[in-house]
Structure formats: structure tokens, C-alpha cells
């Protein structure tokens, strides 16, 4: 069986065994061209927060990971949590499904959360074409 140019990316991607391994860049990999990042924010967390609402808008950042991973059938994709939100790469062959998954994501937690969350599918190519 072959494996695909991105399955290789990510066998091959180092694993950080330390917290402290986060500020070494060496263990960082650029992603692949055609690769995209699922992006999440809950709109006005801090208001949320501060109205005793902290478990809700982690359950809508964790729900990002968890829904666009569980969509795709896979728990490998490097993703980063961030509380109020998350950010994940999704390979460019499951730019479709990452997005249709995201779209569900945010209607969860407008209907069954009470919050708004914002959330994006932007090319990695958009963000190169950038300078970032």
C-alpha cells in the first residue's frame, strides 16, 4: 500500500516529548502546499467569562478540534487550543469536509451553547501569499 504525501508529512513530524519542546524551533515543519487551517474563535469570550460562562466557551473551543477531527475520521492533524478557540491543519484533500464539519461546529454551539462562534477555512497559500 502506498502512502500519501501527507500521511508521510505526518509520520514524519517530530513529537514533543517536554513542554519546554514548544520553543524549539527545530521540531517545527512548514505544512505542505494545498494544506489549509480550520480557524475558531468564540465571539466575546472575555464577556462570556466574566458572566461565570468559562466551562461553555471551552466546550466551544474543544468542540472545534473534537467535531472537525471526528468528521474527517482521523486524530492525527496537529491542532492547537486555545480556550476560546482552536486552530487545525487540515490536508488538502479534506479541505471539503474540514469546512462542511466547521459549518456544523458553529451551529452547535449558536444552538446548543448560547455563543457565536466565528470560524474560517484559510488556505495556507493565502497565508504565505501574505509574507506569514
Not at 505544512?31 to 469570550?45: E, F, K, M
Not at 478540534?65 to 478557540?85: E, Q, Y
Amino acid at each position: 500500500m502506498m502512502i500519501s504525501p501527507d500521511d508521510e508529512f505526518l509520520k514524519n513530524l517530530p513529537v514533543f516529548l517536554h513542554f519546554e519542546d514548544v520553543a524549539d524551533p527545530t521540531l517545527y515543519r512548514a505544512l505542505p502546499d494545498g494544506w489549509a487551517l480550520a480557524l475558531a474563535d468564540v465571539i466575546d469570550s472575555t464577556g462570556a467569562i466574566d458572566a461565570g460562562r468559562y466551562k461553555a466557551v471551552n466546550m466551544a473551543g474543544a468542540g472545534v478540534i473534537s467535531g472537525v477531527l471526528n468528521a474527517l475520521g482521523r486524530h492525527d492533524l496537529p491542532f492547537v487550543f486555545g480556550g476560546d478557540g482552536a486552530a487545525i491543519a487540515i490536508p488538502s484533500q479534506q479541505i471539503e469536509a474540514a469546512r462542511e464539519a466547521l459549518s456544523k461546529v458553529q451551529s452547535w454551539v449558536a444552538d446548543d451553547i448560547g455563543l457565536t462562534l466565528r470560524a474560517a477555512i484559510v488556505p495556507v497559500s493565502a497565508i504565505r501569499d501574505n509574507g506569514l
